[in-house]
């Protein structure tokens, strides 16, 4: 693995490159952790098509101890110890990050894990076929490339890629839009037999919707955050709507000026918030309002990061009368009661 | 090294500034309408957008062989035209052309910004007036620029009022009105009294050696009409091949930089001249008589050769983006270094070669990509900013 140049990574994302690298995932979460979200759920045994879990919903509530430590790392001027590395830092702060990060993982409660339930559940009533990889799911490494760390991330391209191969995998449907973008558009660029169909689930979910009755239990007001690697990297910005306005008893509304392309970024792009977390959050809170302006019950979006941003901008601005839901669930929970467990 | 402490702290009291945020919230506001009026009102413009991106990717790729063609045009116009490869060696042609002990009227240049010039003329011992009343307004302050057409859209009406007050021993209330009437008393007898007026350029037709200046103030008029020498310093990047080239390169950028129609554009070929007496032609009539031009590379022939970086010079300076930048709305400038937010990183670290601050401006950056879907050029901000991290987290 080179090393060189890492000198000029901010420390929370070189942390992170370094858990993608030796544990598989963005938080070095244990292997066996990675498909308990999925306990109980049933998959086809074909691996032609499968899910795509990937890291977001399953550890975002995580990233927060990192969080935590850039901010204090940041107020005792730290900065200047940058070749020293996240690893470095927490030793001297005489802060144990594994145990932080054990710790959270355990506190099931705080997770979006719920979301990739959601979504399996929404796919299988749609009548689409999917296994998933479980523990041997690999990690696409995106952050890897985002951070500029792309000879990292063509290793774990490779892995990846043989990883899928060795499971017969044809199909994916991807959920964390990050990672679907990498599987879909980043990944042809350095593994060039990389042949395998990437969709993202509200394309999937947007294509079937039409034969199918989704109902949510009451009538809601939905405002939709247009994610930025869903919206302007992938193009979706008409399936998520036309999955909203499939949904009996929800009315969907746009924010002026600042919906679809020219959506605002919820302040967690490219790993903002664990590299300027103050920032990150004042930029979570200007979108909740902006969000917040067009009086919804309901802030719809669909990506882990911006879930846990405008959730943390409710917070500050102290909304608890406002709901942020993932699409995924707003869609399992208008499924009709028979098809959901 | 990654994020300097410096810059970092910069960025974190300016987004702790809740006036910067102020003036940047209504400022976007007003910007976004008025361009949806002008996008409106005049529709074309989308299109001309396309055309004019074609014309910025052929000539970028012969930025020598058009600051050759105009160089020989503004030469047989009887005006002067050098060319700088380097910021040290635009300077020396400067002071070769200014002297020591003069009077500068100067109008706003992002260019100039980049070489520091007014700093350097003033360390030469000249006297230099900015005049764009955004960029004056900085210059009083000994702040800097904090956005490329708005230069003080950071200071409210209350500290103008103040800085105005200070410098004309009278008390001034914070009425904008009244302080604008301030600056023009302030500045107008400059005009005239100036050795030099000194401009930038918005865009440069090689066929004809014209350059194109597009400004509301009617200031960048005076500067480079009432005293006796004009000297521009131009970016080879502002060069195109034709006059109908330069015609639908300015309606796009001051389309995009929120105005509908500017009052003024200003077309300058050469030095004033006249043949009304026995049709014999004599240079200096009621305008300069010395007409200068210093097309600067200073790193922009180094840009050019990368496939994606070589955007950054397709960048008309419209300013539309910054209004779209989550970051710029908190922190205004301060995301940024002689050119601001992505675009900035990338001028960082292959123009001025400041591989620290390319490297902390580059990590800022979002990219959310929301000014790529403003820019008229279509800038891949993120593409860029993505391929300057590789560069430098990996370094060849």
């Given at each position: 693995m080179s090393k060189s140049g890492r000198g000029l990574i901010p420390p929370g994302l070189a942390f992170i490159a370094d858990k993608i690298n030796s544990k598989n995932n963005i938080l070095g979460i244990p292997g066996e952790d990675k498909a308990k979200w999925a306990a109980g759920l049933e998959f086809s045994k074909d691996n032609s098509t499968i899910f795509f879990a990937g890291c977001g919903y399953q550890f975002s509530a995580m990233l927060e101890p990192l969080v935590k430590l850039v901010k204090q790392a940041d107020k005792m001027s730290l900065n200047h110890e940058m070749a020293v590395g996240m690893a470095g830092m927490t030793g001297k702060?005489?802060?144990?990050?594994?145990?932080?990060?054990?710790?959270?993982?355990?506190?099931?409660?705080?997770?979006?894990?719920?979301?990739?339930?959601?979504?399996?559940?929404?796919?299988?009533?749609?009548?689409?076929?999917?296994?998933?990889?479980?523990?041997?799911?690999?990690?696409?490494?995106?952050?890897?490339?985002?951070?500029?760390?792309?000879?990292?991330?063509?290793?774990?391209?490779?892995?990846?890629?043989?990883?899928?191969?060795?499971?017969?995998?044809?199909?994916?449907?991807?959920?964390?839009?990050?990672?679907?973008?990498?599987?879909?558009?980043?990944?042809?660029?350095?593994?060039?037999?990389?042949?395998?169909?990437?969709?993202?689930?509200?394309?999937?979910?947007?294509?079937?919707?039409g034969h199918h009755k989704f109902k949510y239990p009451h009538k809601v007001k939905v405002v939709y955050h247009d994610p930025c690697?869903?919206?302007?990297?992938?193009?979706?910005?008409?399936?998520?709507?036309?999955?909203?306005?499939?949904?009996?008893?929800?009315?969907?509304?746009?924010?002026?000026?600042?919906?679809?392309?020219?959506?605002?970024?919820?302040?967690?792009?490219?790993?903002?918030?664990?590299?300027?977390?103050?920032?990150?959050?004042?930029?979570?809170?200007?979108?909740?309002?902006?969000?917040?302006?067009?009086?919804?019950?309901?802030?719809?979006?669909?990506?882990?990061?911006?879930?846990?941003?405008?959730?943390?901008?409710?917070?500050?601005?102290?909304?608890?009368?406002?709901?942020?839901?993932?699409?995924?669930?707003?869609?399992?929970?208008?499924?009709?009661?028979?098809?959901?467990? | 090294?990654?994020?300097?402490?410096?810059?970092?702290?910069?960025?974190?009291?300016?987004?702790?500034?809740?006036?910067?945020?102020?003036?940047?919230?209504?400022?976007?506001?007003?910007?976004?309408?008025?361009?949806?009026?002008?996008?409106?009102?005049?529709?074309?413009?989308?299109?001309?957008?396309?055309?004019?991106?074609?014309?910025?990717?052929?000539?970028?790729?012969?930025?020598?062989?058009?600051?050759?063609?105009?160089?020989?045009?503004?030469?047989?116009?009887?005006?002067?035209?050098?060319?700088?490869?380097?910021?040290?060696?635009?300077?020396?042609?400067?002071?070769?052309?200014?002297?020591?002990?003069?009077?500068?009227?100067?109008?706003?240049?992002?260019?100039?910004?980049?070489?520091?010039?007014?700093?350097?003329?003033?360390?030469?011992?000249?006297?230099?007036?900015?005049?764009?009343?955004?960029?004056?307004?900085i210059q009083k302050l000994n702040s800097r620029p904090m956005h490329i057409l708005s230069p003080a859209i950071h200071v409210p009406r209350e500290d103008v009022a103040k800085l105005f007050s200070k410098i004309t021993g009278e008390s001034l209330e914070p009425d904008i009105p009244k302080l604008v009437a301030t600056a023009r008393k302030l500045l107008r007898e400059k005009y005239f009294k100036a050795d030099i007026g000194m401009s930038g350029a918005n865009v440069v037709a090689a066929d004809t050696g014209t350059i194109f200046l597009i400004e509301n103030e009617g200031n960048i008029r005076l500067a480079t009409g009432a005293p006796p020498?004009?000297?521009?310093?131009?970016?080879?990047?502002?060069?195109?091949?034709?006059?109908?080239?330069?015609?639908?390169?300015?309606?796009?950028?001051?389309?995009?930089?929120?105005?509908?129609?500017?009052?003024?554009?200003?077309?300058?070929?050469?030095?004033?001249?006249?043949?009304?007496?026995?049709?014999?032609?004599?240079?200096?009539?009621?305008?300069?008589?010395e007409f200068h031009v210093i097309f600067m590379d200073a790193g922009r022939t180094h840009l050019a050769k990368d496939p994606v970086l070589r955007q950054a010079l397709y960048c008309l300076r419209c300013g539309g983006c910054l209004y779209e930048c989550p970051v710029f709305s908190l922190t205004a400038g301060y995301f940024g270094d002689k050119y601001f937010t992505g675009i900035g990183a990338v001028w960082a670290k292959e123009v001025s070669k400041n591989i620290e601050k390319a490297s902390s401006l580059a990590y800022t950056c979002l990219t959310c990509g929301r000014c790529k879907v403003r820019c008229p050029m279509k800038i891949d901000v993120p593409e860029m900013i993505l391929k300057l991290r590789k560069s430098l987290a990996e370094p060849e």
């Open positions: 702060l005489g802060i144990d990050a594994a145990g932080i990060f054990t710790k959270v993982a355990s506190r099931e409660k705080d997770s979006d894990a719920p979301v990739l339930r959601d979504a399996v559940k929404v796919l299988q009533a749609l009548g689409v076929d999917i296994g998933y990889l479980g523990k041997d799911e690999p990690c696409c490494g995106a952050p890897l490339y985002h951070m500029g760390l792309h000879k990292e991330f063509h290793a774990n391209a490779e892995k990846a890629h043989k990883k899928l191969k060795s499971h017969g995998v044809k199909r994916i449907i991807g959920v964390v839009p990050s990672c679907t973008y990498a599987l879909r558009d980043i990944f042809s660029r350095f593994v060039p037999d990389h042949n395998i169909e990437v969709r993202h689930f509200i394309d999937v979910v947007a294509e079937n919707i690697q869903l919206g302007r990297y992938m193009g979706h910005f008409d399936q998520p709507r036309k999955v909203i306005n499939a949904i009996e008893h929800v009315e969907l509304v746009e924010t002026q000026w600042t919906s679809g392309q020219w959506s605002t970024c919820c302040g967690g792009g490219g790993g903002f918030e664990v590299v300027f977390p103050d920032m990150s959050h004042i930029l979570a809170e200007a979108r909740v309002k902006e969000l917040l302006a067009t009086e919804p019950d309901i802030i719809a979006t669909h990506c882990p990061g911006c879930l846990m941003q405008l959730r943390s901008g409710l917070k500050q601005l102290k909304n608890d009368s406002v709901q942020v839901v993932d699409l995924a669930t707003l869609l399992a929970a208008s499924l009709p009661k028979a098809n959901t467990k | 090294m990654a994020i300097s402490k410096e810059y970092r702290k910069e960025l974190k009291d300016a987004a702790a500034n809740e006036r910067i945020r102020l003036a940047l919230a209504r400022a976007i506001k007003s910007y976004r309408e008025n361009t949806n009026n002008a996008l409106k009102k005049y529709p074309h413009t989308v299109k001309m957008a396309e055309d004019v991106l074609k014309i910025k990717e052929h000539a970028i790729q012969h930025m020598h062989d058009l600051a050759q063609e105009a160089s020989a045009n503004i030469e047989s116009n009887h005006g002067k035209a050098y060319i700088a490869k380097t910021a040290k060696e635009a300077l020396e042609i400067i002071d070769g052309l200014v002297g020591k002990g003069k009077l500068i009227v100067k109008g706003k240049s992002m260019t100039a910004e980049e070489i520091g010039l007014r700093e350097h003329l003033e360390e030469e011992g000249n006297e230099v007036y900015e005049t764009d009343l955004g960029e004056f307004i020498v004009h000297i521009a310093l131009i970016g080879m990047e502002k060069l195109v091949p034709t006059l109908e080239d330069a015609f639908k390169v300015s309606e796009v950028t001051w389309r995009y930089a929120n105005y509908g129609v500017p009052s003024y554009v200003s077309l300058i070929s050469g030095p004033s001249k006249t043949g009304d007496i026995e049709k014999v032609t004599t240079y200096g009539a009621h305008g300069p008589k």
